[in-house]
């Protein structure tokens, strides 16, 4: 039971001070900088054909690059 309760105590901390931060307008969490694409790979996974959301968004974007 003591573990439990220390436990619950530690979790109640941090979202407590998840909470601090979001009161005093913190940026908040980005990614990262680099990912997938800095590895040289335009889809999730590697795979070699992109799903048909991705495709969607490429074509759009060459349709807007050509007007």
């Known amino acids: ?3 439990f309760l220390i436990t619950l ?10 909470a ?7 940026k908040p969490i ?3 900088c680099g ?3 800095a590895m040289g790979q ?3 996974f590697g795979c070699k054909k992109p799903c048909s959301k991705r495709q969607a968004r490429a074509l759009a974007a060459q349709a807007e690059q050509q007007h």
Do not use: P, Y
């Not at 105590?9 to 998840?18: D, K, N, P, R, T």
């Not at 601090?20 to 913190?26: A, D, E, Q």
């Open 1 to 3: 039971m003591n573990t």
């Open 9 to 18: 105590l530690v979790v109640g901390l941090v979202i407590l001070a998840m």
């Open 20 to 26: 601090i931060g979001v009161l005093f307008g913190r």
């Open 30 to 32: 980005a990614g990262s």
């Open 35 to 37: 990912g997938l694409g």
């Open 42 to 44: 335009d889809c999730e």
